[in-house]
């Protein structure tokens, strides 16, 4: 059965978007530290894939990776899928009620109905317009990364959507080292969607792989804001190393039972 690694790609999408990079803001970690990866915590990762050969040096199994993009700063990934909706129900039953009392109150208590009207509107939130372009967010309120609703206005710290893997490719995929596409899934966690690939293990090397990227950026388009679409990419490696399989255990190779250590 084919080995699963896991990359988690770390984006501090905050300075990503005032950079216009990934360079620097980027931090890659894997499940591989202690059987060779290099590079953890940084954007200079490399990947450590260990071959795995029966001794008469034919294939035993291909490996997969998977790749999971998480949001530095924000709310965290933890949180049931559904949540930023929840919220947004939330707040608008708290500011139905709020409205009901300020409607119900009698008028000689009604003099300060531009401090209600303006709670009313903290209560309620910003609501981000969808648009076509971007695969990532749909309608939903802005919320800080304590997760909750704010009148956003255009300065207050917020919450950004994850980052979204939008394309794997370059030199490990044109030479057919690794094999990537997207996939579907109920996991809570990746929000239905994540990255996979098969690696061709009999092919000791080291390969570059390029990752495109798509962050996402609140922007005021006629009088509504809208999360904007940011492309960008980052490079990553993976390095394919040769050794027969062998008994976890043990540490010998495989064989009948019992097996004598090596």
């Not at 059987?35 to 050969?53: D, R």
């Not at 009313?120 to 695969?135: A, C, D, F, I, M």
């Amino acid at each position: 059965m084919p080995q699963q690694l896991a990359i988690i790609v770390l984006v501090d999408v905050g300075n990503a978007l005032e950079m216009k990079t990934l360079e620097g803001n980027t931090y890659l970690f894997d499940n591989m530290k202690l059987h060779g990866s290099e590079g953890q915590g940084t954007g200079e990762l490399v990947t450590a894939i260990h071959g795995s050969y029966w001794r008469d040096g034919s294939q035993a199994s291909e490996q997969v990776l998977n790749w999971l993009p998480y949001s530095l700063g924000s709310i965290p990934p933890t949180v049931p899928r559904g949540y930023e909706a929840e919220r947004a129900r939330q707040t608008d039953r708290q500011a139905l009620a709020e409205l009901e009392a300020m409607v119900n109150k009698p008028a000689n208590q009604g003099a300060d109905a531009a401090a209600q009207i303006s709670q009313l509107q903290q209560t309620l939130g910003t609501r981000v317009k969808s648009t076509r372009r971007t695969r990532g967010p749909a309608t939903q309120k802005i919320l800080d990364v304590t997760g909750h609703v704010i009148s956003y206005d255009g300065a207050a710290a917020h919450s950004y959507p994850p980052p979204v893997i939008t394309d794997i490719y370059g030199e490990a995929v044109d030479k057919k080292i690794m094999y990537p596409a997207e996939y579907g899934s109920p996991d809570m966690v990746t929000d239905g969607w994540y990255w996979s690939a098969t690696v061709d293990s009999t092919r000791p090397g080291t390969y570059t792989y390029t990752m495109a990227i798509q962050l996402h950026r609140l922007l005021l388009q006629g009088g509504d804001w809208t999360w904007e679409p940011v492309d960008l990419t980052c490079d990553s490696k993976i390095r394919i190393m040769s050794e027969p399989k062998r008994n976890a255990f043990t540490k010998s190779g495989l064989g009948l039972l019992p097996i004598p250590p090596a």
